[in-house]
T-cell receptor, first 117, second 113 residues
Framework: AQKVTQAQTEISVVEKEDVTLDCVYE???????LFWYKQPPSGELVFLIR??????QNEISGRYSWNFQKSTSSFNFTITASQVVDSAVYFC??????????????FGTGTRLKVLA | EPEVTQTPSHQVTQMGQEVILRCVPI?????FYWYRQILGQKVEFLVS????????KSEIFDDQFSVERPDGSNFTLKIRSTKLEDSAMYFC???????????FGPGTRLTVL
C-alpha cells in the first residue's frame, strides 16, 4: 500500500532561518512520482515540484531545494532564508501507477510552517 | 495560462439536501479527479475519471456520491443527501498524462448545517 508520512505537524522558525520539511514515502512500484504542494491560508494548492523515481538529482529553485533519496524513501524540502510569506501548510504527495492507471495522489498529513517576523 | 475553475467557491446547505459541485478542467486534460479536505486535515482522494467513466474510487466515495462529465467540459460531483461530515473543501484536478503534476482548482468549501 502507498503511504506518505510527514512526521512534523507544525514548525515555527524566525525569519531568515533555514527550515527542512521531511517526507517519507512507501510504495512497491518502481515507477512513481513525488510532489510538493503549498497551501497558503487562502486554501488553494500551489504546485512546487515534481520528481520521478528515476531522477534522484537534487533540485534548487531560488530559496527552495529538494533532496530525493531512494535509499531512505525520502523527499525532503528545504527553504533557505525563510520569509513570512512562506507561512503555509506544505503537503508531500505520491503518485504511482496502480493497476487502473489512475495516477491518483496520496497526500501526507501536511506540515504547517509558521515563519515569525 | 489555462487554469481549472470551480463553482461555487462556497456552498452552504442543510443536511439531507443534494449538492452539485462544478469544475471546468483544462480543455486538453484527459484524467480528472475529485479530492476532499476536511478542515485542518490532509487532502484525500475521492474518485478518478477517465474516458467518461470512473476509473477508481476511494472508500469515501459511497453511493451518495456521483460524478459526471455531461458536456465534455464541465466535471461535476454530486452528493445526493449531504451529511454533517461532508463539510469540507472539495478540489477538482486534472492531468493530460502522468508525467505532469495535477492541476488543481481553487476548491469549493462545502458547509453542511
Amino acid at each position: 500500500a502507498q503511504k506518505v508520512t510527514q512526521a512534523q505537524t507544525e514548525i515555527s522558525v524566525v525569519e531568515k532561518e533555514d527550515v527542512t520539511l521531511d517526507c517519507v514515502y512507501e510504495t512497491r512500484d518502481t515507477t512513481y512520482y513525488l510532489f510538493w504542494y503549498k497551501q497558503p491560508p487562502s486554501g488553494e494548492l500551489v504546485f512546487l515540484i515534481r520528481r520521478n523515481s528515476f531522477d534522484e538529482q537534487n533540485e534548487i529553485s531560488g530559496r527552495y531545494s529538494w533532496n530525493f533519496q531512494k535509499s531512505t524513501s525520502s523527499f525532503n524540502f528545504t527553504i533557505t532564508a525563510s520569509q513570512v510569506v512562506d507561512s503555509a501548510v506544505y503537503f508531500c504527495a505520491l503518485s504511482e501507477g496502480s493497476g487502473s492507471g489512475t495516477y491518483k495522489y496520496i497526500f501526507g498529513t501536511g506540515t504547517r510552517l509558521k515563519v515569525l517576523a | 495560462e489555462p487554469e481549472v475553475t470551480q463553482t461555487p467557491s462556497h456552498q452552504v446547505t442543510q443536511m439531507g439536501q443534494e449538492v452539485i459541485l462544478r469544475c471546468v478542467p483544462i480543455s486538453n486534460h484527459l484524467y480528472f479527479y475529485w479530492y476532499r479536505q476536511i478542515l485542518g486535515q490532509k487532502v484525500e482522494f475521492l474518485v478518478s475519471f477517465y474516458n467518461n467513466e470512473i476509473s477508481e474510487k476511494s472508500e469515501i466515495f459511497d453511493d451518495q456520491f456521483s460524478v459526471e462529465r455531461p458536456d465534455g467540459s464541465n466535471f461535476t460531483l454530486k452528493i445526493r443527501s449531504t451529511k454533517l461530515e461532508d463539510s469540507a473543501m472539495y478540489f477538482c484536478a486534472g492531468i493530460r498524462d502522468r508525467v505532469q503534476e495535477q492541476f488543481f482548482g481553487p476548491g469549493t468549501r462545502l458547509t453542511v448545517l
